[in-house]
DNA sequence: TTGAAAGCGCTAACAC
DNA sequence: GTGTTAGCGCTTTCAA
């Protein structure tokens, strides 16, 4: 079948081999040795070539250039890391790409750090710490120039020996003092829509949360929800604020949504912490028995691009999802380029408040 | 605005520094040397210790490893792929992370891969040949051991440059001679489709494209659909075939339908070439006042989670997604280490119908 | 304008 | 068991 493998008649097996060294010729790839010899001159004129550096006759930059297309010559980045201390590879961590807020991050993260010149090493948690902290390791192996945390399990460890380590890192959506930050505001984003229910008449506001979310995000949403009722004398009534856990256990949002409403003094308008949850919600409520809006409002938090869909339409507060990319790796950059004593850039984006169907004025007038 | 911003006073620019050299002082991570001068032993031992490779004393090991705890130790990646000639490093070159279906595949190629012991390099080329050719391109500079290719701009200089370099590569969903392939089955999938609608007794049958699509998977499903409807003995109707390109043109949409559905003879059902476009023409239809499925049947192609969503309750026919995932890294494995002489492998995996609610008998009885 | 030489941090073959 | 040595492919002084 493969007539390019060494036949070996002892009866031992051979050992495992790895690839390029495999059956077949291994594929020899042309070192810049090989180019520097086919154009008869040093390797580090080639260099020089390659990278439009020092001061090479027209003439001999014509022939290496034509020896390196003749043998297809491509440099070794391994290599050039090696010496230059650094890989031009930036590591980004997330915790769901399912989710599609977090999906169109990764992409625009991406088409921004390759037009900065740099490659991305993109990472998926699953929430999961230790895996997290594997991932991580793995990235600085690689040697990494700098990390993008779109997901932070909250396991403070791992970002201190980060911030330790000094390795340039930038939290997005997502927060922690004394590291480089990019986040919405959540607080004006909360208000934004508990300003907008109210405005329809709500009083009795609940709020949901899907286990799956970041921590450090959770959390704030949380709290913000909770101040702005405060502050506007309204009613915060922990029973009323519900969270399910799919990948635990299947049913826990039927339950807690079952146990929400089914109780007297339900809520008529719920915040959700992000549009994931918001649909989700919306289908558990639809399921039992619940309109929307009718006799539930649901505002949901990203401004992911189903909720647009008629069919869905979900009102909610929109993240500046553009600015949020670019300025993330802006300061990502700035921060490679500063070292890790320059001070520390904490930025929080305004977001602005989608109205669409998923809402409107509460069921009893 | 922005306090931290340094301010320049100077006129010139100052010159570009790179990370670690930058302000503050450079951050010497500690190499193989430093553990072996703590620990009092060479270098190769330390590297045995690391390995698990050769024998070393107990007592030696006990001492390696607590140097390396000690100086927070990581062993350097490039240096090792340079002299091991493998990366251990994947890449992944999709076409759009933010349609689900490709998100989720990512997700879960990463997920195997780095159970492998592998690390994943992300790339999305937004359908762009010239993106896809970069982005391979540095890759390749990497050294990456492997390519999975979830995408193809259909420029097969590309892809046979990458089979004359002799790099193992997969496509996943979709399709190329001479390659290693993983797809599902689109000629089962669309019968599939077909005789779903068929049997709720339609015969006047339509396609869908969205422009965004990858090209050799489009041009299978159109050509499936088409002999699918052949094989029965239905009409085959070109302007039944409607396309759109909302980056192109943001109206295109619209425009396709109204002219498709506003004529005497329009389909009463469309298949769509994946879920994505599903989606899109239910909405499009809806918002010309075609009632799904009332007055037209929608089946889509993928099995995305939204798809699942009462609201969106589409029918159609689901890829199996976990095994394509698994399946494919499997071969791509093996291509590593089997090197490019074994024979290709192509693997057509059987799709299932899912049939929800946006297909029902036809509007006239 | 060019080349020689010294590494970058690691592995792997081989000597002790 | 452990150390010595010779690179892997590149960049980067420094001389010529």
């Known amino acids: ?63 290496v250039l034509e020896s390196i297309k003749a043998l297809g010559y491509r440099p070794n980045a391994a290599a050039r890391n090696l010496v230059q201390q650094r890989t031009n590879l930036i590591g980004v961590v997330v915790g769901d790409l399912a989710n599609a807020f977090n999906a169109e991050l990764v992409k625009r993260l991406e088409q921004h750090a390759c037009t900065h010149g740099y490659t991305t090493l993109v990472c998926n948690t699953g929430g999961h710490a230790e895996r997290e902290a594997a991932r991580i390791e793995a990235l600085l192996e690689q040697r990494v120039d700098g990390i993008a945390l779109l997901e932070f399990t909250g396991d403070r460890a791992v970002l201190s020996q980060l911030l330790a380590e000094r390795v ?33 008449g709500h009083s009795r506001i609940g709020h949901a949360i899907d286990g799956l979310m970041e921590p450090t995000t959770r959390r704030t949403r949380m709290d913000a929800f909770e101040r702005a009722l405060l502050r506007r004398g309204l009613e915060v009534r922990p029973e009323w604020s519900i969270t399910w856990d799919d990948a635990v256990e299947p049913t826990s949002g039927e339950r807690a949504v079952q146990t929400l409403f089914h109780s007297d003094h339900a809520p008529s308008a719920m915040v959700a912490a992000n549009d994931f949850t918001a649909i989700r919600l919306m289908e558990l409520a639809e399921a039992s028995g619940l309109g929307v809006p009718e006799q539930l409002s649901v505002v949901g938090f990203d401004g992911i691009a189903i909720g647009e869909l008629s069919r869905i339409a979900l009102t909610t507060v929109a993240q500046p999802r553009e600015e ?42």
């Not at 810049?32 to 090479?56: E, F, P, W, Y």
């Not at 003092?177 to 829509?193: F, K, M, N, S």
């Not at 408040?353 to 998923?358: A, E, N, Q, Y």
């Open 1 to 63: 079948m493969n007539p390019d493998r060494r036949s070996l008649r002892s009866g031992a097996m051979p050992p495992v081999r790895h690839a390029g060294h495999a059956a077949g010729r291994a594929v020899r790839r042309p070192t810049i040795n090989d180019v520097a010899a086919l154009s008869g001159v040093s390797k580090s004129t080639v260099s020089n070539v390659m990278r439009g550096t020092g001061s090479v006759s027209a003439a001999t930059h014509a022939r």
């Open 168 to 200: 340039p890192v930038i939290m997005i959506s997502c927060w922690a003092d004394y590291a480089d930050c990019v986040a919405v505001d959540d607080y004006a984003g909360i208000a934004l829509a508990i300003d907008h229910l109210v405005g329809l």
């Open 324 to 365: 949020l990319a670019s300025l993330s790796l802006e300061v990502l950059l700035s921060r490679m380029e500063q070292g890790p004593n320059a001070p520390s850039r904490q930025h929080r984006l305004q977001p602005s408040l989608i109205v669409r169907g998923s809402t409107g004025p509460p069921p009893s007038g």
